[in-house]
């Protein structure tokens, strides 16, 4: 049965920690996605969000 995918919210210091914790063998492939700590604040400040009356047709 394959697994669903989790997601773990942890410090860069902390993960391999948290990945033996669950059980997660060393050699078992996991994909990482690293965000910033600010990154709402940033999409939504001035000149970093979607522009006034765009549409998802009109960005693509």
């Known amino acids: ?5 989790e997601f773990i ?6 993960i391999a920690d948290e990945l033996a914790r669950r059980g997660i ?3 078992q ?3 990482i996605t690293i965000e910033p700590d600010d990154w709402l604040a940033r999409a939504l400040s ?7 009356g765009a549409t ?3 960005i693509a």
Not at 46 to 52: L, M, T
């Open 9 to 14: 919210e942890s410090t860069a210091g902390k």
């Open 56 to 58: 998802r047709t009109s």
């Open 1 to 5: 049965m394959a697994m669903r995918p």
């Open 25 to 27: 063998s060393p050699d």
């Open 46 to 52: 001035p000149g970093h969000g979607p522009k006034a």
């Open 29 to 31: 492939r996991v994909m």
